[in-house]
């Protein structure tokens, strides 16, 4: 009896997933560990390298480090909050587009999110593919 094997390169299904090659590189900040662990993983295997950091002051130190096409930033975190990265950040001359993220954030904090300079502020939870479907748009949009 014959059988057809086909092996799947690990690769082939990176490219499938992804409407270009090129890898995104994303800042993400979010002071609650395993949502930290479990997002970074799933964007992972949609070919966006994700780097993570798990206070305000560990993003900037990763800004200081490397750039990044986009930063995913929880608004409400513990000793320095969304805004005052953003503004921190703005300070030493980073800019990148960076989409806040809040599980309980006022419609005044969102306000204050956009005015600092993100690009979008989007509530938890969200659909995840929708969250893709944005942070590829944004990417593009930046690239253009």
Do not use: W
């Amino acid at each position: 009896m014959e059988t057809d094997q086909k092996q799947t390169d690990p690769a082939d299904l990176k490219k499938e997933n992804s409407p270009s090659s090129e890898a995104i590189e994303l800042l993400l900040v979010d002071d609650e560990e395993g949502f930290v662990e479990v997002l970074s993983k799933r964007l992972g295997k949609r070919n966006i390298k994700v780097t993570t950091a798990l206070s305000g002051d560990g993003a900037i130190q990763q800004c200081k480090k490397k750039s990044f096409d986009i930063m995913l930033l929880d608004l409400k975190m513990e000793f320095m909050d969304g805004i005052e990265v953003l503004k921190a950040l703005k300070e030493i001359g980073i800019n990148m587009p960076v989409i806040m993220i809040t599980g309980h954030g006022s419609l005044e904090d969102t306000q204050k999110g956009l005015d600092s300079g993100a690009i979008a502020c989007l509530p938890k939870p969200y659909d995840f593919e929708e969250l893709v479907k944005y942070i590829r748009d944004i990417y593009q949009k930046s690239k253009l």
